[in-house]
């Protein structure tokens, strides 16, 4: 289980302390799937990059199974179980799909075991398995090799930055299995979806609004999404492919 | 051979035995060995100075070794090797440098290589160096690559430097008839206070030649890199030359580009990047359990791979 525990987070600009995220409490208890949720810029990504480690709080504390993690690294908490897909994914030249899965894994693949987790996310892994990570690939194909990297990972928190960006629309029905199968998979297991898309608020446990670095709102599904629909916090698949053509 | 000097056959060539086909073994100036085959023939210069190899015309699919090895401290050679291959013959040519200094003296090993690549003919160039020994004394390398590329010929070249060498200054120049075609694979790292130059002058004189010349590189702690491609572009023809530096500690690369068309049909292009480990994907490993050194490593070998 994770607990956020009055975070806060501040940063220095120019001199002047800017205040990024504001007395942020919520827990995401095991077997749970919770969707973040608000408005670009609200403080969403930076709530994920705390509970991974990449920033740390300047104020509140952060609780993983009962353990304080608001000091441990990065790679202490990725050791802890806690799984991080970036919004947006990094590219490396010269490591391979492979790679990058076997690293996650955390021990050797079979090129099996490797395709298999590159067949759940939708591609074709003959053509991928040996690909570099690299400026080659597509948005939307990197996106997937990073989700891919979470399910070689299998970790206790699987914490999601906007995973349908750039994701065709077609394969979103595959998208929410992945997600399904992954929180069935791992006893006690639970997921954190950062994400605008109606059809993932409504596979949600519960939800939480963010917006202007506070929480405007949280609580199980049924009570939030009434108020979010037709907001641009829950856009609709169809609204999206009929605003971009 | 003793343990050493095998060792380092293994580093330089993959060698663990007398390779098959052709080869000349370079012990601490003599012969280790030495074999030629019914297409190729090594044959000596004079007073151990260096070795003609005459590659038939039409040989396909046969192979050259000819590694070095300095294990003595305070060896300082220049050896001349000249390369003929023949008219539409497909070969490959391991040369490589180890050195093993445990003395307080320097050794040195500087290997010069003419290639006169005939007619249609492909050769792949693969050479490796490697320096090991906790003497006090330096390892130096100063190879020179020297290409004649006729009508059509192919030369690939693949040239790494991981580990161990204190000092390099690497001259490679090529001059490339018409469609003639070089690609050049440099990988480098340097660390500790070594310093590695890479010259590279290449002349495409022919219509149509093609030439890439492409240098990877990891520069830690204190040492220093320099990376000075000129590519003349005398015909309709075309040539890329790339640098893409990882920068650590408090080292120092500095990239030399020059492009010099003369041919209003010559395309050149030039693309250098020096910079140290992104953050990000340090970040990213880190997040997938490894440690920064951990990830630090797995950022490298991928990029030298
Ligand atoms: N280190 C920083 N320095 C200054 N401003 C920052 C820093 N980190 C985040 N911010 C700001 O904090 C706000 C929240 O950013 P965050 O990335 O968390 O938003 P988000 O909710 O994920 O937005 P989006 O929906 O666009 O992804 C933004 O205004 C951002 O510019
Ligand atoms: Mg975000």
């Known amino acids: 289980m994770l607990e956020l525990q009055n975070v806060s987070y501040t940063v220095e600009d120019e001199g002047r302390p800017v205040e990024i995220l504001k007395d942020v409490s919520f827990k995401v208890d095991d077997r749970k799937f919770v969707v973040i949720t608000g408005p670009n810029g609200g403080g969403k990504s930076t709530i994920a990059r705390l509970i991974s480690g990449v920033a740390v709080p300047t104020g509140g504390r952060i609780i993983f199974d009962g353990q304080d993690i608001t000091k441990l690294s990065i790679t202490e908490r990725a050791k802890l179980g806690v799984g991080y897909a970036l919004q947006q994914p990094v590219r490396f030249k010269g490591i391979d799909v492979k790679d990058l899965l076997r690293i996650a894994a955390g021990h050797k693949l079979t090129t099996d075991e490797a395709c298999s987790y590159l067949s759940r996310v939708g591609l074709c892994a003959r053509d991928y398995i040996n690909r570099e990570v690299n400026a080659s690939l597509s948005g939307g194909e990197l996106k997937r090799i990073e989700i891919a990297t979470l399910l070689a990972r299998k970790p206790k928190l699987s914490v999601f930055d906007e995973p349908e960006a750039g994701i065709d629309l077609w394969s979103f029905q595959n998208l929410i299995r992945v997600f399904e199968i992954m929180r069935s998979e791992i006893e006690d297991g639970s997921i954190l979806i950062i994400s605008h898309q109606e059809r993932i608020l409504d596979i949600a446990d519960e939800i939480i609004v963010v917006a202007d670095g506070h929480i405007e709102r949280q609580g199980p599904k049924d009570d939030i999404l009434p108020h979010l629909v037709g907001t641009t916090s829950a856009i609709s698949g169809c609204t999206r492919l009929v605003e971009r053509s | ?305």
């Open chain 2, 1 to 305: 051979m003793d343990d050493i000097q095998k060792r380092i056959l293994s580093e330089v060539a993959d060698l663990h035995d007398v390779p098959e086909g052709a080869y000349n073994i370079r012990v601490d100036g003599g012969s280790a060995g030495r074999r030629s085959t019914e297409n190729i023939e090594i044959i000596p210069k004079p007073e151990g100075s260096g070795l003609d190899i005459r590659i038939k015309p039409g040989t396909r699919r046969e192979s050259v070794h000819i590694p070095v090895i300095l294990s003595k401290t305070g060896m300082k050679e220049v050896v001349y090797n000249d390369f003929y291959i023949g008219e539409d013959s497909d070969v490959v040519i391991v040369a490589g440098c180890g050195i093993h200094n445990g003395g307080s003296q320097d050794s040195q090993h500087d290997g010069i290589h003419r290639f006169f690549v005939g007619r249609g003919a492909k050769m792949r160039y693969v050479e490796k160096h490697y320096g090991e020994g906790d003497g006090t004394g330096k390892r130096i390398l100063n190879p020179v690559t020297e290409l004649h590329l006729e009508a059509d010929s192919t030369a690939e070249l693949e040239m790494v430097q991981i580990r161990g060498v204190d000092s390099t200054e690497r001259v490679t120049t090529a001059e490339l008839a018409e469609g003639a075609r070089l690609v050049v694979q440099e990988r480098l790292m340097t660390h500790g206070t070594q310093s590695a130059v890479s010259v590279y002058k290449v002349d495409m004189n022919g219509e149509n030649s093609t030439s890439d010349v492409v240098s990877r590189s990891v520069a830690r702690d204190d040492s220093y890199q320099k990376f000075d491609a000129l590519i003349n572009g005398n015909a309709p023809c075309r040539g890329h030359s790339e640098c893409d530096a990882i920068i650590m500690d408090r080292a120092r690369v500095l990239a030399v580009p020059q492009l010099d068309a003369n041919n209003i049909d010559a395309a050149l292009i030039h693309e250098a990047a020096i910079g140290k480990i992104a953050g990000d994907q340090l970040i990213k490993l880190m997040t997938l359990g490894l440690t920064e050194a951990e990830a630090e490593e797995q950022i490298i070998n991928g990029f030298l791979k």
